[in-house]
């Protein structure tokens, strides 16, 4: 149920360092804390009602009043890169000053709190990581607080808003379940049954400027004439060896790194690429009826799997480099410089769904629409499949022996 409307204006600006808000921006429409500071809802100016955002105006919206509140920004915020080892030198010393230092994240899975519901009075509950969220009751919207903001945390420089809508998201996961040709039949009449929910995953970007060496060798082909022991001749290849080195330096950019574990890496990899050019500086008010989730992989851990990508593309680039037919690489030294990172929220519709007593995962890229997950498999169209290529790949050779 809608709140007094004399709460509506009981604004709150919570105290940050000065250096996390102009990196960061802040809002002029900050909210309301919730039971004792331990959550934030944001009221409608107009009837006291819970507002959430609302994707097709990307503003807030209160959904029983109609307001429409305008997402507002400090002159001049901006989602700017943050220097990567400055970070970790200075989170380092809040958690030494703060006596606490986390092993994989302070958010830890086994974390939990309850926050009281100022519309219902009903206890939300918040496991691990989870950050915003709506209580089961009265649906009404609420988020932890200082969490994203907390001294000996990396806090949150961006955030991509919720671009598809709810209803567009199940229209593309219907295309994409008729598109799975190997997926039982069953499956594709049926479809999927389930419930998006919208989800801020937490990500890292890194930009490095890389500086390699590298040493190896390029084999190039050639062709000799030959005799068999029955004196026949046949053309047999062979390939000459020649040394190659150099040093040659490539810049990344933002190489993202999903900061949350527990989810299926390549299914979530595969909703690259996002439209970063569209992301905002960080407001709570956009997290507002949505689920969201804090970093449970730190910043350096998170950027020991952006370096494995960094060096998977240098050693494409190298073997380019060397060129020829063949390339052998004996040695790649990547010395990286100028390392900068950002802490992004972006969004995701994520269902939970089962088949035959199976569960599967959906997830939706809400930036481009893009569908990925898992689906059940038929063996017997991927068997016959295999049989029929077989029956072609013997036919074709039955021809061309003749």
Same mark, same amino acid.
């Given at each position: /149920?809608?709140?007094?409307?004399?709460?509506?204006?009981?604004?709150? $600006?919570?105290?940050?360092?000065?250096?996390?808000? !102009?990196? #960061?921006?802040?809002?002029?429409? !900050?909210?309301?804390?919730?039971?004792?500071?331990?959550?934030?809802?944001?009221?409608?100016?107009?009837?006291?009602?819970?507002?959430?955002?609302? $994707?097709?105006?990307?503003?807030?919206?209160?959904?029983?009043?109609?307001?429409?509140?305008?997402? %507002?920004?400090? !002159?001049? =915020?901006?989602?700017?890169?943050?220097?990567?080892? *400055?970070?970790?030198?200075?989170? #380092?010393?809040?958690?030494?000053?703060?006596?606490?230092?986390? *092993?994989?994240?302070?958010?830890?899975?086994?974390?939990?709190?309850?926050?009281?519901? @100022?519309?219902?009075? *009903?206890?939300?509950?918040?496991?691990?990581?989870?950050?915003?969220?709506?209580?089961?009751?009265?649906?009404?919207?609420?988020?932890?607080?200082?969490?994203?903001?907390?001294? &000996?945390?990396?806090?949150?420089?961006?955030?991509?808003?919720?671009?598809?809508?709810?209803?567009?998201?199940?229209?593309?996961?219907?295309?994409?379940?008729?598109?799975?040709?190997? =997926?039982?039949?069953?499956?594709? %009449?049926?479809?999927?049954?389930?419930?998006?929910?919208?989800?801020?995953?937490?990500?890292?970007?890194?930009?490095?400027?890389?500086?390699?060496?590298?040493?190896?060798?390029?084999?190039?082909?050639?062709?000799?004439?030959?005799? &068999? =022991?029955?004196?026949?001749?046949?053309?047999?290849?062979?390939?000459?060896?020649?040394?190659?080195? @150099?040093?040659?330096?490539?810049?990344?950019?933002?190489?993202?790194?999903?900061?949350?574990?527990?989810?299926? *890496? @390549?299914?979530?990899?595969?909703?690259?690429?996002?439209?970063?050019?569209?992301?905002?500086?960080?407001?709570?008010? /956009?997290?507002?009826?949505?689920?969201?989730?804090?970093?449970?992989?730190?910043?350096?851990?998170?950027?020991? %799997?952006?370096?494995? #990508?960094?060096?998977?593309?240098?050693?494409?680039?190298?073997?380019?480099?060397?060129? @020829?037919?063949?390339?052998?690489?004996?040695? $790649?030294?990547?010395?990286?410089?100028?390392?900068?990172?950002?802490?992004?929220?972006?969004?995701?519709?994520? /269902?939970?769904?089962?088949?035959?007593?199976?569960?599967? %995962? $959906?997830?939706?890229?809400?930036?481009?629409?893009?569908?990925?997950?898992?689906?059940?498999?038929?063996?017997?169209?991927?068997?016959?499949?295999?049989? !029929?290529?077989? =029956?072609?790949?013997?036919?074709?050779?039955?021809?061309?022996?003749?």
């Amino acid at each position: /149920m809608p709140k007094d409307a004399s709460t509506a204006n009981d604004i709150f $600006i919570q105290d940050a360092p000065a250096s996390d808000v !102009a990196a #960061r921006g802040t809002s002029h429409f !900050a909210g309301r804390t919730e039971d004792e500071g331990k959550g934030r809802v944001f009221p409608c100016e107009e009837c006291g009602a819970d507002l959430t955002f609302h $994707i097709g105006v990307q503003s807030l919206k209160c959904p029983y009043c109609g307001h429409v509140q305008p997402l %507002q920004f400090e !002159a001049g =915020a901006a989602v700017a890169e943050q220097d990567f080892h *400055a970070m970790l030198e200075r989170v #380092r010393e809040r958690q030494v000053r703060n006596k606490s230092k986390p *092993a994989e994240g302070e958010v830890a899975a086994s974390d939990v709190r309850e926050i009281r519901c @100022g519309s219902c009075s *009903a206890q939300v509950t918040f496991t691990g990581t989870l950050t915003s969220s709506e209580c089961s009751y009265c649906g009404s919207p609420i988020q932890r607080e200082n969490v994203h903001d907390a001294e &000996d945390r990396v806090p949150v420089d961006g955030v991509l808003p919720f671009l598809i809508e709810r209803a567009k998201a199940e229209t593309n996961l219907k295309q994409w379940v008729q598109s799975r040709w190997f =997926a039982p039949n069953e499956f594709r %009449q049926r479809g999927v049954q389930g419930k998006f929910n919208g989800v801020y995953l937490p990500y890292w970007t890194y930009d490095s400027m890389t500086w390699n060496a590298y040493s190896g060798e390029r084999g190039e082909h050639y062709w000799v004439t030959e005799r &068999d =022991a029955k004196g026949q001749e046949r053309r047999v290849r062979h390939t000459r060896w020649w040394p190659a080195s @150099g040093t040659f330096e490539r810049f990344f950019d933002d190489v993202l790194v999903v900061a949350s574990k527990g989810l299926p *890496a @390549g299914v979530i990899d595969s909703l690259e690429p996002w439209p970063l050019e569209r992301t905002l500086p960080f407001q709570q008010q /956009m997290l507002a009826g949505f689920l969201a989730k804090t970093y449970d992989i730190e910043l350096d851990a998170g950027f020991q %799997q952006a370096k494995a #990508r960094m060096d998977a593309a240098i050693r494409s680039d190298v073997h380019l480099r060397i060129g @020829g037919d063949e390339q052998r690489i004996h040695s $790649i030294n990547t010395r990286h410089n100028a390392i900068t990172f950002k802490h992004l929220l972006l969004p995701v519709w994520m /269902m939970a769904y089962r088949f035959h007593g199976k569960a599967y %995962q $959906i997830v939706v890229n809400a930036g481009t629409g893009e569908v990925q997950g898992e689906r059940p498999y038929s063996w017997v169209k991927i068997l016959f499949t295999v049989l !029929a290529v077989a =029956a072609v790949v013997a036919t074709i050779a039955a021809i061309t022996s003749r």
